[in-house]
């Protein structure tokens, strides 16, 4: 049987009625029920959502999701986490989480997290089909261009 890694984690869930920045590089965050949207959204500048929030993931129970620092993303982008109706969660520092109990399923429960946020990042559109002109050649568009 194993031991669940997060149950170094101390004190008992919270509930989790408003939506938080989880901004804090090295935190790490524990559904233990109900769930967890997560957003890419810009940070006005006291600290203040701004404009159209971009989903990312859902964490549900049983799931973690991590801090991300807002200085390794572009344009004034912050991850913000949108608890569901009944959530509660755990906040801990990964590396004391390491630390405490290093295992097999803290590595799966991380690399779950690493997928999904790089499932859910917003992908550069893909490039369309060109042709170079010379100066003084013509070209024709097809439908829909």
């Given at each position: 049987?194993?031991?669940?890694?997060?149950?170094?984690?101390?004190?008992?869930?919270?509930?989790?009625?408003?939506?938080?920045?989880?901004?804090?590089?090295?935190?790490?965050?524990?559904?233990?029920?109900?769930?967890?949207?997560?957003?890419?959204?810009?940070?006005?500048?006291?600290?203040?959502?701004?404009?159209?929030?971009?989903?990312?993931?859902?964490?549900?129970?049983?799931?973690?999701?991590?801090?991300?620092?807002?200085?390794?993303?572009?344009?004034?982008?912050?991850?913000?986490?949108?608890?569901?109706?009944?959530?509660?969660?755990?906040?801990?520092?990964?590396?004391?989480?390491?630390?405490?109990?290093?295992?097999?399923?803290?590595?799966?429960?991380?690399?779950?997290?690493?997928?999904?946020?790089?499932?859910g990042l917003p992908?550069?559109?893909?490039?369309?089909?060109?042709?170079?002109?010379?100066?003084?050649?013509?070209?024709?568009?097809?439908?829909?261009?």
């Amino acid at each position: 049987m194993s031991l669940d890694p997060l149950s170094a984690w101390a004190g008992p869930a919270q509930p989790a009625p408003h939506a938080f920045w989880a901004d804090a590089a090295g935190a790490a965050w524990r559904v233990d029920a109900g769930g967890a949207a997560l957003f890419l959204q810009r940070r006005t500048a006291p600290g203040a959502p701004g404009g159209p929030r971009h989903h990312v993931f859902r964490a549900l129970a049983g799931q973690i999701f991590l801090g991300i620092d807002p200085a390794l993303l572009p344009g004034g982008y912050a991850l913000v986490a949108v608890p569901l109706p009944g959530t509660a969660r755990r906040k801990a520092d990964l590396g004391q989480l390491r630390a405490a109990a290093p295992s097999p399923e803290l590595a799966r429960l991380c690399e779950d997290w690493a997928q999904a946020i790089a499932h859910g990042l917003p992908k550069p559109p893909a490039p369309r089909p060109a042709a170079l002109l010379a100066r003084g050649e013509t070209g024709a568009l097809e439908d829909g261009l």
